[in-house]
């Protein structure tokens, strides 16, 4: 990581496939073959009865040699599903929190990682499906109780999730116009990441703050990935922040 900083995006399911099998250690593995240093993931079971009881931030964590950071966008009685942000880096939880939601809750975290001695903040978050929910949240995540915040202006801000927004929508350009979308930067035809067998819809997303050069884009679609989620992870791949 001398050079370079991976960041990876990824919609799990559950650790649910495409082929209805749950698999924690098929997630595992298709995360460490990224070779990602940050890892946002949306769509984590913790306890819930229908995956086994099990803590999936925690487990693949673990089996990553990460710490991880969850945050349950939605909770009934002691089972938990949300999104975590994963690292052997340094690392300390910010905020986390609920975002305004017309269905189903959603939420988001926000990180501080030290990154070769710069502390660099990462975001991880899972929007809504409506469109005007959508709009509601980024204008919430925008403010000065999450990335608005003064305190971190003087900070890289690296912002991940599944958005369930596509370029053209307004959620996506309300986002675009404060941070850079790290797969506009290229110039290079930008694929798909949902559903995960047969692409068609770019709506999972990196966006970095001015100063963070991007090197790399790519969306892992090896036949473990098309089966391990119906989401395909997006890895950037950025120089070394500090």
Known sequence: MENELRVLTYNVHSCVGTDRRLDLSRIAEVIANTGAHIVALQELDVGRLRTGGVDQAR??????????????ALTVAEERYGDA???ALPMRLLKAGPLPSAGETRGALLAEIEVSGKKTIVLNTHLGLRAGERIAQVATLLGEDWLGNADLAASPIIVCGDFNAVPSSTAYKMLARRFTDARSVLGKRQRATYPSRMPFLRIDHVFVSEGIKVRAVEVANGANERRASDHLPLLVTLDAIG
Do not use: T
């Not at 487990?59 to 349950?72: G, K, T, Y």
């Open 85 to 87: 942000i994963l690292s």
């Open 59 to 72: 487990q693949i964590a673990s089996e990553l040699r990460m710490d991880a950071h969850f945050h349950p």
